[in-house]
Antibody, heavy 119, light 108 residues
Framework: QLQLVQSGAEVRKVGASVKVSCKVS????????IQWVRQAPGKGLEWVGG????????IYAQQFQGRVTVTLDTSAHTGYMELTSLRPEDTAVYFC????????????WGQGTMVTVSS | EIVLTQSPGTLSLSPGERATVSCRAS???????FAWYQQKPGQAPRVLIY???RRATGIPDRFSGSGSGTDFTLTISRLEPEDFAVYYC?????????FGQGTKVELK
């Protein structure tokens, strides 16, 4: 059964970095287009970045360009999202998600990782 | 990037009533890359509708999607108690995914 299992909650200081992981079981990581979405407390969903469903290249939301990097470790069956130069407004739940059944949307989600940025 | 604007922000309805949520895009959207999600508190979102009008696996037929181009609609024909939640539209275009700001369907 395909699952996305994310790493646990993180607390960071302003200016630090955080790296969140998303372990895939049940399918080859290279066959999935892992995306990252965040949700600040009480707010809506915001796409952060991921892999282009067409060519597999990394793609990022404009507002995160230069601060976010998404990577894959195929040997560990794990995807990663690293966000640098953290600000208090980066406090959010970060989800990984993917198009599992090929329907061009996010039909499988991780459980979410809470990242808290404090000053 | 394509901006998605949902309306209304909040919908106050009773069980059994019909819910209609609109999503308008700032540019034309490819229908095959347009979806609707439901999210309940403390949970990850769940896809309801993909390709603008196709129900995802396991989604009851009271949920339907329609629209094309820049205007899309999610309809819940008769609200069940478990349908009170927040709904988001989403699209992919020009190497970016975007979400609408969400519509809360609350109990009247």
């Amino acid at each position: 059964q395909l699952q996305l299992v994310q790493s646990g909650a993180e607390v960071r200081k302003v200016g630090a970095s955080v790296k969140v992981s998303c372990k895939v079981s049940g399918k080859n990581l290279i066959d999935l287009s892992i995306q990252w979405v965040r949700q600040a407390p009480g707010k809506g969903l915001e796409w952060v970045g991921g892999f282009d469903p067409g060519d597999g290249e990394t793609i990022y939301a404009q507002q995160f360009q230069g601060r976010v990097t998404v990577t894959l470790d195929t040997s560990a069956h794990t995807g990663y999202m690293e966000l640098t130069s953290l600000r208090p407004e980066d406090t959010a739940v970060y989800f990984c998600a993917t198009d599992f059944t090929g329907i061009d949307c996010f039909d499988l989600w991780g459980q979410g990782t809470m990242v808290t940025v404090s000053s | 990037e394509i901006v998605l604007t949902q309306s209304p922000g909040t919908l106050s309805l009773s069980p059994g009533e019909r819910a209609t949520v609109s999503c308008r895009a700032s540019q034309r959207v490819v229908s095959s890359y347009f979806a609707w999600y439901q999210q309940k508190p403390g949970q990850a979102p769940r896809v309801l509708i993909y390709a603008a009008s196709r129900r995802a696996t396991g989604i009851p037929d009271r949920f339907s999607g329609s629209g094309s181009g820049t205007d899309f609609t999610l309809t819940i024909s008769r609200l069940e108690p478990e349908d009170f939640a927040v709904y988001y539209c989403q699209q992919y275009g020009s190497s970016a995914w975007t979400f609408g700001q969400g519509t809360k369907v609350e109990l009247k």
